[in-house]
Nanobody
């Protein structure tokens, strides 16, 4: 069973930075996609970034480009999301998830959550002064 555990959330001031981590374990496939999502009450869960285990390919939501960076630590199967220049609009519960389906690829698009197979429990990020 694949398990994903997020950490690093909390309270941060506008303009500040925060680094989230996703510890992954239990993979039986060599190639898979890890995505970071966020969700606020009453809104659809949206993907903010993804990364491929095969070639390191990445994709980002337009509103976070230049501010967020996704990366993978190959030594411990941990994926990070570095968030800079945070704004109140970034406040949400952040989740990591993985797509292990054959032919999976890294993309950020509306409804992409439907392609992911396993999810972490989420970590709260609050951007407020």
């Amino acid at each position: 069973q694949v398990q994903l555990v997020e950490s690093g959330g909390g309270l941060v001031q506008p303009g500040g930075s925060m680094r989230l981590s996703c510890a992954a374990s239990g993979f039986t496939r060599e190639y898979y996609i890890i995505g970071w999502f966020r969700q606020v009450p009453g809104k659809e869960r949206e993907e903010v970034a993804c990364i491929s285990s095969s070639d390191g390919g990445q994709a980002y939501l337009d509103s976070v480009k230049g501010r967020f960076t996704i990366s993978r630590d190959n030594t411990d199967n941990t994926v990070h999301l570095q968030m800079n220049s945070l704004e109140p609009e970034d406040t949400a519960v952040y989740y990591c998830a993985t797509d292990v389906n054959p032919g999976a690829y890294c993309d950020v698009r509306s409804g992409s959550y439907s392609w992911y197979d396993y999810w972490g429990q989420g970590t709260q990020v609050t951007v407020s002064s």
